[in-house]
């Protein structure tokens, strides 16, 4: 990767927020030349030979530049060029200039890091949290108040959010920014730690129709009664709004962690990037932080800071968002997110047309109806392909785009759908269709065989014999993600999940209709794997 020693500081769309730290003489003087000119800005002093480039967020270059005097000042002066990206344009940026040093505004965007090298994890520190804020759920009184009598917490927001008679949302757009991807996040994942992965993939989607989502710079406040905003901290004490509540959520703390994550090429210039690390903690940090309005690692408020008008965090925070839970919340925001290659593969045995508990209707209707909303949920570059399977398999759609043409058929035959008298070669229609995904693999977008059975196998490969098989067939070159969901009759969770552990396959065993519901807006959001808790 080259390396660049450009000493300027280079002009972005979120240049604002930086330009409002008023209180730092250098911040706003670099500000006030960004605004005449409106391009990159040489601010470095020559002199320095050690230079560091880094990417970081707009909320969290004024730390970097409130420290910048000191560190180009002396004969053994370090310059830090600073360019201001948010989002999942940051690290795509960050390879492009070949950046020694990416400091995102959380941590969970790492998960979108893309072709950006990082460094190592503790590698020249590699993922030290430098800062926190948190994120509010901003609200007039009322709407505040109705909340709180849901039990004041982010599954309670979540659930209100689901309702078309409960509250709307406000949310900063995801990809622009860690305010709105932790924000919405925190919806999910209140859901998640209470609920499981599916009920929070169906709680997003629930959700999204009352979402205002908010593009730019500016923080996502509500506007009208009914809505909540969710709000960073260092947002709302840089303007702070009248005449709104403020809750942190009872359940856990939604919070920023402004995260150090030195890139590969930072190897050959450790001993610049040290030095910057060690300012970022030394002894002036507390002062840096409370110029740029953030907390402490430890989430606390910096020593010195003005007591904040805002109510202290109830609980602990939510853990970071990893991978599998940031893909929920893009796929649920951008339809090009759920971009996949998709073999459904249906158990028709007999059992599946028996009711499904405490209702009346046969498990094949619960597959009908979440075939369709996958239809409905893919986007057109998507593809999808549909077998059946009983005591053998067969193709009834071979997989390919979503054309309209493609749209139709698949929808015609998910809704022809029938079950027939036969039993279940489940562990051999596993090893088939993986290999099928396996052969017709599609470079550039998940690949995954989504199963759907009543979890018995009655015949054919033994579980030991299927999951050696699977293991000899994984291509690390072709990857295939392996989801089986088993609903109704007599599940074998533990051989299921036996046999699909070599290829770190999931096995999901939903238990009501809603589950059910759930598992195929779960597979359109990327997919039923759960690395992550």
Known sequence: MGRHRLRRVMAAPLVATVAAIAVIAAVTAAAALYARHGTPVDTATSRCTATVRVVTAASFAPVIEYLKPALEAGDDCLSVTVDVVDGRAAPARAAQLGADLWIPDDASWTAAAGRLKLAAKGTLGSGTVLATSPIYMAADRATAARVQQAGGSWLALATLAGDPAGVTLAVRDPAGSGEGMVGAGAVGEGVWVAQGMDASSLALSRALPQVRTVAGAGPALPRQPGEVGLVAEYALLADPPTGLTYLPGTDRSAVLRYTFLPTEAALDNAAAVTRLLDALRGNRSDEALGAARLRRADTLPVAGAAVSPLPTLAAKP???????????????????????????????????????????????????????????????????????????????????????????AWASAIGGLTVQKTGTNLFDTILAAYTAARDAYVPGMPNQVFVFTDGRNEGGAVPATAASALAAAMDPKRPVQLSIVAYGGVKEEAALEAVVKPVDGYVDTPETIDEVGAVFIHVAAGGLHEHEA
């Not at 940031?326 to 009711?355: E, I, K």
């Not at 209702?359 to 619960?366: H, Q, S, W």
């Open 318 to 408: 939510f853990d970071v968002l990893g991978a599998h839970h940031v893909d929920h919340v893009f796929a649920t925001w951008y339809p090009a997110d759920r971009r996949t290659s998709l073999l459904m593969v249906v158990d028709v045995s007999g059992s599946m047309a028996n009711p499904t508990p405490g209702t009346g209707t046969p498990v094949i209707d619960l597959v009908r109806q979440g075939g369709r909303s996958l239809g409905t949920l893919l986007p057109d570059e998507a593809r999808a392909g549909l077998w059946v399977f009983g005591e053998g398999h067969r193709e009834l759609l071979a997989p390919a785009p979503l054309t309209e043409q493609h749209r139709a």
